[in-house]
C-alpha cells in the first residue's frame, strides 16, 4: 500500500462520486460474437451490422417498424387463465403471472391495425419470450379476433410468427386451436382479403402445422428456423442424417415450401408493395355494346 491508494483514490472517489454503469451497454452476437453496442443494434431493429445476423425482435417493436406512426393496439378478449389448474415442477398460473410481469403483455400475440406506407392492414405479432410464444386459448382468441378485424375493415391481414407451438400447460385445448386458427384464415380468404404470414426465428410445432403454412404469401427472415419437429426428432426416427441448414428459411425457400426471404429492413417496403399488388383492382373493360338489329324492309 502506498499514499496513492490509501489517501489519493479514496479523496478523488469522495471528490467526483462514483457512477453506477449499466450492465447491458453492449450486446454478443451469437452468430459471430463481435460485440454490438445496444444504441446501433436498437437502430439495426436487432439485426447484427456485422454479420447481418437476426436476433429475436418483441412483439411491440415488430409492430413499431412495420407500420406507419399512429397505429393503434387492440384489446384481445380474455380467456380463461388456468382452464386445466395444471400443475407440473409449478403452477401454470404462476408461470403465467411471471411471463406477464416480464414482457408486459396479457399473452403471446398483440394486434394491431394502422397502415403500411399508406396502406391499410392488420397485423398480429407473435411474442416469444412469453413462454415461448406457445399457442393457447388466448392466442386463438387473438387470431381469430384479428381476422374478424381484418374483415370488419376490408384490409389484408399479416402474422408474424414466433413460436414453440402449442402450449402443454393447456393439453386439448390448445390442440384445438390449430383448427381454430385454421378457420380464422378462411374468414380472411372467403372475404377475398390478402393473408400474409411472415416466418420469422423460430416457428415450429403446432403453429407450422396450422395457420402459419396457409398464407397466400409465405416470408421468412434470414436464417429463420422453422419446422414442426426438431431436426434430432427427425433424424431419429429417419435414420438419416439431415442435410446441412436443413429447416432454415434459404433451404424451405430453395425447395418452394416458402415464397421469399426478405430482410428486416427492407420488410415494411415489401409489405406495402405486396399489399399494392394483391389489393390493384382489377379493370374489366365494359362489353361491347350489342350492335343493333336493323328493322325489316316493308315494316
Same mark, same amino acid.
Given at each position: ?15 467526483? $462520486? /462514483? ?40 412483439? +411491440?417493436?415488430?409492430?413499431?417498424? /412495420? ?21 407440473? +415442477?409449478? @403452477? #401454470?398460473? %404462476? ?19 394502422? /397502415?403500411?406506407? $399508406? ?7 407473435? %411474442? ?42 393447456? $393439453?386439448?385445448?390448445?390442440?384445438? +386451436? ?16 390478402? #393473408? ?39 433424424? +431419429?426416427?429417419? @435414420? ?10 434459404? #433451404? ?15 420488410? @415494411?417496403? /415489401? ?7 394483391? @389489393? ?20
Amino acid at each position: 500500500m502506498n499514499w496513492i491508494s490509501e489517501w489519493a483514490l479514496p479523496k478523488i472517489k469522495t471528490l467526483f $462520486g /462514483t457512477r453506477e454503469v449499466p450492465d447491458n451497454l453492449w450486446h454478443k452476437c451469437p452468430s459471430c460474437e463481435q460485440m454490438i453496442f445496444h444504441r446501433d443494434l436498437e437502430r439495426g431493429l436487432q439485426v447484427c451490422p456485422h454479420c447481418g445476423h437476426h436476433m429475436r425482435l418483441s412483439a +411491440q417493436a415488430r409492430l413499431d417498424a /412495420t407500420f406507419d406512426p399512429g397505429w393503434q393496439r387492440i384489446e384481445l378478449p380474455r380467456a380463461p387463465a388456468d382452464p386445466l389448474r395444471f400443475r407440473d +415442477q409449478r @403452477r #401454470y398460473s %404462476e408461470r403465467l403471472k411471471e411471463a406477464q410481469a416480464k414482457t408486459g403483455l396479457d399473452d403471446a400475440v398483440i394486434v394491431g391495425h394502422g /397502415t403500411i406506407e $399508406g396502406r391499410r392492414a392488420v397485423l398480429a405479432a407473435f %411474442e416469444f419470450s412469453f413462454m415461448g410464444g406457445s399457442m393457447g386459448a388466448a392466442v386463438g382468441e387473438a387470431l381469430v379476433t384479428a381476422a374478424r378485424l381484418a374483415v370488419l375493415q376490408d384490409a389484408p391481414l399479416i402474422v408474424f410468427t414466433a413460436s414453440g407451438g402449442a402450449r402443454m400447460q393447456e $393439453g386439448a385445448i390448445s390442440l384445438m +386451436q390449430m383448427p381454430r386458427t385454421v378457420i380464422a384464415t378462411r374468414m380472411v380468404k372467403e372475404a377475398g382479403l390478402p #393473408y400474409i404470414v411472415v416466418l420469422t426465428d423460430p416457428t415450429t410445432g403446432g403453429v407450422t402445422a396450422s395457420f402459419a403454412m396457409l398464407g397466400d404469401i409465405h416470408i421468412a427472415e434470414p436464417g429463420a428456423l422453422i419446422g414442426f419437429a426438431g431436426a434430432r426428432v427427425i433424424e +431419429q426416427t429417419v @435414420r438419416e442424417k439431415l442435410p446441412d441448414g436443413f429447416q432454415r428459411a434459404e #433451404y424451405l425457400l430453395a425447395h418452394g415450401i416458402l415464397d421469399m426471404v426478405v430482410k428486416r429492413s427492407e420488410m @415494411r417496403a /415489401t409489405l406495402a408493395r405486396l399489399i399494392s399488388l394483391l @389489393r390493384e383492382p382489377v379493370l374489366v373493360p365494359p362489353p361491347e355494346a350489342a350492335p343493333a338489329l336493323a328493322a325489316p324492309e316493308g315494316g
